[in-house]
């Protein structure tokens, strides 16, 4: 097995980078995926404040680092069906981790691994620098701010310069009065980051409800915008269509409400995103579903793959 490493980095911290990183490995996951999550922001690992793995692991990446624990002892289950190489919290572990031993860290999990996710850390740092030099693509993740625009692009510019790859932008955030989930409005973003927009992420009270509850918002409210959201995102990624139906192989009008949720203008008549008791009805439900998905630019298959 060679397993595909990926990235996902941003310029600031607060932008929903490590959001983005655990629900990527989620659907890539349910997409029959094996799949592992490093917490590889060395500075301030927090993997463990928005999924709740269990306490297999023994050890962390800092000791993995440092030389002193197998990966083995570093990988816990998280609940949506991947594996988390949890990071270290404190300020000795920071000092002992030598991110120098990173690239031996990514070959092994390439071995074992069809798809390993690097949750990298904020800002421009060496410990930031090695994972976006090793990973096959990065994905950068930015709110629509000006401020994070401009210091993604500063991270952009050093994946370019360590020889990376930048596969596209996340913008994370979006809200109605930016634009929703029209494309056209990625087009300020994609200017200031000089790459292709790989999704919108709607503003969602649910993704709080997830870190909470410490589950995958993919797993929790797989109905919610933001779910679907990230959905295509990680079938962009994985280069396969998005499955209409995502439980059982069965159109569930949860998931079928959660897009045109996010697709609805503002005041627009929807059946309230939460999938009870669709008022508009199954074919106004199925059209907006389809709509949505081709304003997005992406067609779903009609069944599960």
């Not at 701010?145 to 991270?155: D, E, P, R, Y």
């Not at 999704?199 to 993919?218: H, N, Q």
Request: glycine share 12%; net charge negative.
């Amino acid at each position: 097995m060679s397993g595909r490493v990926l990235a996902v980095a941003s310029g600031k911290g607060g932008v929903g980078k490590t959001t983005t990183a655990v629900n990527v490995a989620a659907v890539m996951a349910e997409a029959d995926r094996s799949v592992v999550l490093v917490d590889a922001d060395l500075g301030m690992a927090n993997v463990d404040h928005v999924v709740a793995c269990d306490e297999s692991a023994t050890a962390t990446l800092h000791d993995v680092l440092a030389d002193d624990a197998a990966l083995t002892d570093a990988t816990a289950a998280a609940p949506a069906g991947f594996d988390v190489i949890v990071g270290g919290t404190t300020i000795t572990d920071f000092g002992r981790a030598d991110p120098s031993a990173l690239p031996d860290v990514a070959a092994t999990l390439r071995d074992r691994y069809d798809c390993v996710i690097v949750d990298t850390g904020g800002g421009l740092s060496h410990d930031t620098t090695v994972p976006l030099g090793l990973a096959d693509e990065t994905v950068l993740v930015s709110t629509r701010q000006t401020a994070a625009l401009a210091n993604t692009a500063k991270t952009r510019a050093l994946v370019e310069r360590v020889g990376g790859h930048v596969a596209g932008a996340v913008v994370t955030r979006v809200t109605d009065d930016a634009g929703g989930a029209d494309a056209g409005h990625g087009d300020a973003a994609a200017a200031t980051l000089q790459t292709d927009i790989l999704g919108l992420i709607p503003e969602d009270s649910r993704v709080a409800d997830s870190e909470r509850a410490g589950t995958p918002l993919v797993s929790l409210a797989p109905e919610s915008p933001a779910a679907q959201a990230y959905r295509e995102l990680a079938y962009t990624l994985l280069d396969e269509p998005l499955p209409v139906s995502f439980r059982d192989g069965d159109a569930s009008g949860d998931a079928a409400s959660g897009l045109m949720a996010a697709s609805a203008p503002s005041g627009a008549p929807t059946d309230g995103g939460n999938g009870a008791g669709a008022a508009t009805g199954d074919d106004q439900t199925r059209d907006a579903s389809i709509l949505w998905r081709l304003t997005g630019g992406l067609l779903g298959s009609n069944g599960k793959r």
